[in-house]
T-cell receptor, first 116, second 113 residues
């Protein structure tokens, strides 16, 4: 029972490099999310998707891009890495609209990204 | 825009005692869900309890209960009979019907033996 799988677990990038954080879920969830968590802080929503082909910006989308071509996959792209993007990135998924229904988000283990 | 406020950066509780972690929220949307998650030092996010905006009764899940006061826009988490394994960071979160989610900055709970 894999749940939400994120790869890689750790990565070090140089300023200006690009990379894609992978996220896949095997629970047939419609909703998927990307968050970043800075040290000692809460999670900030970067982008989310309510289904294949549909994405929307969260609180901190600048410097990131996403796509959702399938229900299972929701990759996060960093085009020009900056030191401010050093963080732990979490991908999450849920079955349906979580407002006013008990559909908690299931989280991956996170990707620890350092940009030097 | 929605907002979650957790005013207690750190809390201490004696083992076997109860503790309340505070959470206030702000939204103009009438339909929302409130969630509490636990993040141990290992880093994973664990769902604890849910409360819907239209729910009439406070949610309970084992040793966890949610004190939901809609008029005050508060959704405090109560942990009864604290255990050493409860030491972790706790996050309050709100999700609107369209899926957009907001998390608080968290409260670090330390359970003393």
């Amino acid at each position: 029972n894999a749940g939400v799988t994120q790869t890689p677990k750790f990565r070090i990038l140089k300023i200006g490099q690009s990379m894609t954080l992978q996220c896949t879920q095997d629970m047939n969830h419609n909703y998927m999310y990307w968050y970043r968590q800075d040290p000692g802080m809460g999670l900030k929503l970067i982008y989310y998707s309510v289904g294949a082909g549909i994405t929307d910006k969260g609180e901190v989308p600048n410097g990131y891009n996403v796509s959702r071509s399938t229900t299972e996959d929701f990759p996060l792209r960093l085009e020009l890495a900056a030191p401010s993007q050093t963080s732990v990135y979490f991908c999450a998924s849920s079955y349906g609209p979580t407002g006013n229904s008990n559909q908690p988000q299931h989280f991956g283990d996170g990707t620890r990204l350092s940009i030097l | 825009a929605q907002k979650i406020t957790q005013t207690q950066p750190g809390m201490f509780v004696q083992e076997k005692e109860a503790v309340t972690l505070d959470c206030t929220y702000d939204t103009s949307d009438p339909s929302y869900g409130l969630f509490w998650y636990k993040q141990p030092s290992s880093g994973e996010m664990i769902f604890l309890i849910y409360q819907g905006s239209y729910d009439q009764q406070n949610a309970t899940e084992g040793r966890y209960s949610l004190n939901f006061q809609k008029a005050r826009k508060s959704a405090n988490l109560v942990i009864s009979a604290s255990q050493l394994g409860d030491s972790a960071m706790y996050f309050c979160a709100m999700t609107l019907y369209a899926g957009k989610s907001t998390f608080g900055d968290g409260t670090t709970l330390t359970v003393k033996p």
